[in-house]
T-cell receptor, first 112, second 116 residues
């Protein structure tokens, strides 16, 4: 049972435009959400996070939105740059456990 | 600042062989994790540890064992390698674990394992 889902395996965006990556979850106990970026042959690196008490968190070009009622979060990248081309994973956890549960990833390609 | 270090980076095993994937971190993190990444399947948690001497199963523990004798090291053991264990393995650590907000896991560069 996939508790964290990223239904778009890939996404292509023109440089300078907005990239929107989506993530859905099923476990209502999740209260902390993270986005990771992964380049080929490297480990995932942390990008941005949000706790369930917020509905938005912003860090430079990256903004994460959380809609708890829909169990949905999204990552917005504005403006997109070619260096943003990578696989993006969303992850979730609940404060009652010690585990991060990851989605299947979305491959973003930013076209110059 | 090394962070999380995994060895080896690549390995080919024959069916039935055993091996240990090494993971060490120098950030004094209590929480450590092992994930595997299969193509199109995301990251699946194999085992995790909340401190030295304490380990627990994740989503896909079958065929693996772990130990945590020190804070720094969290080796993953494959006893009887099978083709289904062909994957990329990532070790990660975090300061306060997923139970605390405003914390994240730091990952190693991964070990690519092929079982033939």
């Amino acid at each position: 049972d996939q508790q964290v889902k990223q239904n778009s395996p890939s996404l292509s965006v023109q440089e300078g435009r907005i990239s929107i990556l989506n993530c859905d979850y099923t476990n209502s106990m999740f209260d902390y959400f993270l986005w990771y970026k992964k380049y080929p042959a490297e480990g995932p690196t942390f990008l941005i996070s949000i706790s369930s008490i917020k509905d938005k968190n912003e860090d430079g070009r990256f903004t994460v939105f959380l809609n708890k009622s829909a169990k949905h979060l999204s990552l917005h990248i504005v403006p997109s740059q070619p260096g943003d081309s990578a696989v993006y994973f969303c992850a979730a956890s609940d404060s009652g456990t010690y585990k991060y549960i990851f989605g299947t990833g979305t491959r973003l390609k930013v076209l110059a | 600042n090394a962070g999380v270090t995994q060895t080896p980076k690549f390995r080919i095993l024959k069916i039935g062989q055993s091996m240990t994937l090494q993971c060490t971190q120098d950030m004094n993190h209590n929480y450590m994790y092992w994930y595997r990444q299969d193509p199109g399947m995301g990251l699946k948690l194999i085992y995790y540890s909340v401190g030295a001497g304490i380990t627990d199963k994740g989503e896909v523990p079958n065929g693996y064992n772990v130990s945590r004798s020190t804070t720094e090291d969290f080796p993953l053991r494959l006893e009887l390698a099978a083709p289904s264990q062909t994957s990329v393995y990532f070790c990660a650590s975090s300061y306060s674990g997923a139970q605390s907000v405003d914390t994240e896991a730091f990952f190693g560069q991964g070990t690519r394992l092929t079982v033939v």
